[in-house]
């Protein structure tokens, strides 16, 4: 395998690979940073969220998060871009899930829950974001899985699956909120 483009997120690599009639193709991957995502949860057990927009997309809702940075662990990854996106910052750090993205764009996302949340600065935004924070109630949330403004799909099958299983609705209140 050999790497042909190396950016700021993203590395292309390329190699030849035989296939089954015995000729041989150039495949190709892309690596990107790796991910992290925050669910915030404020001390009236309200969710925090953020509406994103940025000038290569619409709007959407998320969860604050970014990159990890070069010598970052995912955790201080999270702490800090929450700390960037929302001003808050995050007492107890809990690790969710991760998961790795399947296809050619190669690389982890990985989720945590903050608690004990506290208000020490105003957003850091980028001058290519524009995010605002949205406060909304576990049923609130819930709903989210059924809206496609909420860009995260594995949040949003979580939130759906929940929606249709008792047990697991149970199981993310408690996540959330233990």
């Known amino acids: 395998m050999k790497q042909v483009f190396q950016g700021k997120i993203f590395s292309v690599w390329q190699?030849?690979?035989?296939?089954?009639?015995?000729?041989?193709?150039?495949?190709?991957?892309?690596?990107?940073?790796?991910?992290?995502?925050?669910?915030?949860?404020?001390?009236?057990?309200?969710?925090?969220?953020?509406?994103?927009?940025?000038?290569?997309?619409?709007?959407?809702?998320?969860?604050?998060g970014g990159q990890v940075d070069a010598g970052e662990i995912p955790a201080e990854a999270a702490k800090r871009e929450f700390l960037e996106e929302t001003g808050y910052s995050v007492g107890t750090l809990t690790p969710l899930t991760s998961q790795t993205m399947p296809g050619r764009v190669v690389f982890n996302i990985h989720y945590f829950i903050g608690r004990n949340l506290q208000k020490i600065q105003e957003p850091q935004q980028s001058p290519g974001e524009k995010i605002s924070l949205r406060l909304c109630t576990f049923d609130e949330f819930l709903a989210l899985g059924q809206n496609e403004s909420l860009r995260d799909l594995r949040i949003r099958i979580t939130l759906l699956e929940a929606q249709l299983d008792p047990k697991k609705k149970e199981m993310l209140y408690n996540m959330l909120y233990e």
């Open 15 to 64: 190699w030849e690979q035989q296939l089954y009639d015995g000729t041989s193709k150039t495949f190709e991957h892309v690596t990107r940073t790796d991910a992290v995502r925050v669910i915030g949860v404020m001390p009236d057990k309200k969710i925090l969220l953020i509406w994103d927009e940025q000038p290569d997309r619409e709007g959407v809702f998320g969860m604050a």
